[in-house]
């Protein structure tokens, strides 16, 4: 049973370069959040997905944009870098019938910004 | 402004001890409380959740107590063992809302 896989592991860009994040849900999992974690704190919820659409978003500028494809993978993108973006990107995928939506996370994709 | 609150910021035992972390939240419509083990380079793992009726939850070494009235949850680690030195999350979210996660504890178990 596989869990959520995301891609690159790893990603290093300059300042105002863009950048795409991948996930693969859980299998049977057809709801994505994406949070974004700095070094030493909680995850920041960004935004989630379910049904190709955005159907949550927390407090993050129209720079993070997001999409689900048919099969329920999903993508960040993330334009004009700034430094302070510099942080781990997780993915959780859930299923949207569990009220409760337990989350399984991904082991992110720790991008770097010079 | 951080919708759980969570303390310590870290804490070291001994082998066998019972580390415990601490949550507060203001939020009444939050339904849901899970925690998450998170490892140096690991996305963090679902280690236990609870509802609002229910005031303390088991599984295996970990133990969820819950006081509604006081608006807080915390996690006991029983039996500690070095392996589960980690950095550990509450978390709250409302019925289908967003997870709102606390800042962390790290934990260290020393041998």
């Known amino acids: 049973d596989a869990g959520v896989t995301q891609s690159p592991t790893h990603l290093i860009k300059t300042r105002g370069q863009q950048v795409t994040l991948r996930c693969s849900p859980k299998s049977g999992h057809d709801t994505v959040s994406w949070y974004q974690q700095a070094l030493g704190q909680g995850p920041q919820f960004i935004f989630q997905y379910y049904e190709e659409e955005e159907r949550q978003r927390g407090n993050f500028p129209d720079r993070f944009s997001g999409h689900q494809f048919p099969n329920y993978s999903s993508e960040l993108n993330v334009n004009a870098l700034l430094l302070g973006d510099s942080a781990l990107y997780l993915c959780?995928?859930?299923?949207?019938?569990?009220?409760?939506?337990?989350?399984?996370f991904g082991d992110g994709t720790r991008l770097s910004i010079l | 402004q951080q919708q759980v609150k969570q303390s310590p910021q870290s804490l070291i035992v001994q082998k066998g001890g019972i580390p415990i972390i601490n949550c507060a939240y203001e939020?009444?419509?939050?339904?849901?409380f899970p925690w998450y083990q998170q490892f140096p380079g690991k996305g963090p793992a679902l280690l236990i959740a609870i509802r609002p009726d229910v005031s303390e939850k088991k599984e295996g070494r970990f133990t969820i107590s819950f006081n509604k009235s006081a608006k807080q949850f915390s996690l006991h680690i029983m039996d500690s063992q070095p392996g589960d030195s980690a950095t550990y999350f509450c978390a709250a979210s409302p019925v289908w809302g967003k997870l709102q996660f606390g800042a962390g504890t790290q934990v260290v178990v020393t041998p």
């Open positions: 959780a995928s859930s299923l949207a019938r569990d009220a409760n939506q337990p989350q399984h």
């Open positions: 939020n009444t419509a939050f339904d849901y």
